[in-house]
Each structure stands twice: as structure tokens, then as C-alpha cells.
């Protein structure tokens, strides 16, 4: 058990709606990081946030947004959903962002499918 | 541009050390190398990482080469549990973690 909680751990949804993901990290890391991972993409970064502030951004469509609660619970939203955003969604934590040398720590996943 | 090349799979029997190569022949002096490991139905899991001594852990080894061109984790011992894809990633200053298509691992009993 690596400490990071992602919820729910599937979620089936229709074209066009719109979900959130939610992540709660390990106890006193401040970091969260969602990546998605399809089978022709496999694992990308999406967005990166350090104690509420945004931190990096990698390969997020505009139609999904994230945010960073204080207290450091994380939520993925995906928004006018589309067949291609079926994909498992992790999140991650580490202790900080010293840029490049972390450890994340990753939980097991939300499976989204979009029929 | 790939910053590691690993080979698309491998197999090992159970209880024997499995070598599992990674090159990295762009690498600056700066940069670390990390290794995670996805097991099926799991989100990814740290394994090791290095700069440029050999690293033990409670997991694996990691050797890296003297010009740090290349590395190669190894499990000592593997078991069934140790069926995974494994990841060699490269991470410079500022970078997040990027992941290639990794090594998966089959282990035969």
C-alpha cells in the first residue's frame, strides 16, 4: 500500500459528461501528480501541484482541470468527455518538488471508460 | 528522442537474478536515474535510483556503468510477484517523471 488514495476506482461515463477524479496523498507530502495511461500512449505526465499552487504542467487537454485543496487532496476534472479520454488516471504524491529528484509514490488508479 | 532504451521484454526463471539492461548514452552529469516497476492492474512503484555508485536496496541493485552511459537493475532472486514492466528513467534538473515503454518482465516457475 503505497499511502496515496484514489477514488473511485472505476467510474462509466457517457460522451460528452463530465467526472472528477480524486486523490488524497500520503500523510505530509505535498506534492500531488496525476498521469494518465492509455494503451497507445502509455504513461503520461498531466499536471503537477505543490501545496495548492500549480507546479508543472505536461500533456493536459483543455477540456481537464485540477486543483489542489488545503488539504492537499487533489481532484481531476475531465470534462466534455470524448471515447479517447478512456484511460486508467493514477496519482501520485512525494514529500516535495526539488525538481527531478523525487520519489512519487503512485495510487492504484481511477479506470475510466467512456461509452 | 528517447533519453533511455530498454529492451521490450524479458524472461527469467523463479529464484535465478534477472539483469535488466537500460541505456542512457545521452546522459549529463547531473542527471539520476530511476527505476519503477508497474506489476498488473497497479499503478507504478519506485524500485531504486542512482547518480553514479552502485545502489543496494531491499528490492534490487542498481549498477551503473563508470561513464554512466548505461545501468542495469537487478533482483537478486526472482519471485513470481516480480512479473512487472519495469521503467529506466533518466531525470534531469526541473524534470517530472517521464515513462517510456519499459522491460515486461515474465518470470516462469
Known amino acids: 500500500d503505497s499511502g496515496v488514495t484514489q477514488t473511485p476506482k472505476h467510474l462509466i461515463t457517457a460522451t460528452g459528461q463530465r467526472v472528477t477524479l480524486r486523490c488524497s496523498p500520503r500523510?505530509?507530502?505535498?506534492?500531488v501528480y496525476w498521469y494518465q495511461q492509455s494503451l497507445d500512449q502509455g504513461l503520461q505526465f498531466l499536471i503537477q501541484y505543490y501545496n495548492g499552487e500549480e507546479r508543472a504542467k505536461g500533456n493536459i487537454l483543455e477540456r481537464f482541470s485540477a486543483q489542489q485543496f488545503p488539504d492537499l487532496h487533489s481532484e481531476l476534472n475531465l470534462s466534455s468527455l470524448e471515447l479517447g479520454d478512456s484511460a486508467l488516471y493514477f496519482c501520485?504524491?512525494?514529500?516535495?518538488?526539488?525538481?527531478?529528484?523525487?520519489?512519487?509514490?503512485f495510487g492504484s488508479g481511477t479506470q475510466l471508460s467512456v461509452l | 528522442d528517447a533519453k533511455t532504451t530498454q529492451p521490450n521484454s524479458m524472461e527469467s526463471n523463479e529464484e535465478e537474478p534477472v539483469h535488466l539492461p537500460c541505456n542512457h548514452s545521452t546522459i549529463s552529469g547531473t542527471d539520476y536515474i530511476h527505476w519503477y516497476r508497474q506489476l498488473p492492474s497497479q499503478g507504478p512503484e519506485y524500485v531504486i535510483h542512482g547518480l553514479t555508485s552502485n545502489v543496494n536496496n531491499r528490492m534490487a541493485s542498481l549498477a551503473i556503468a563508470e561513464d554512466r552511459k548505461s545501468s542495469t537493475l537487478i533482483l537478486h532472486r526472482a519471485t513470481l510477484r516480480d512479473a512487472a514492466v519495469y521503467y529506466c528513467?533518466?531525470?534531469?534538473?526541473?524534470?517530472?517523471?517521464?515513462f517510456g515503454t519499459g522491460t515486461r518482465l515474465a518470470v516462469r516457475p
Open positions: 528513467i533518466r531525470m534531469s534538473s526541473g524534470d517530472k517523471l517521464t
Open positions: 501520485a504524491s512525494s514529500v516535495d518538488a526539488t525538481g527531478g529528484y523525487e520519489k512519487l509514490f
Open positions: 500523510s505530509g507530502d505535498l506534492s
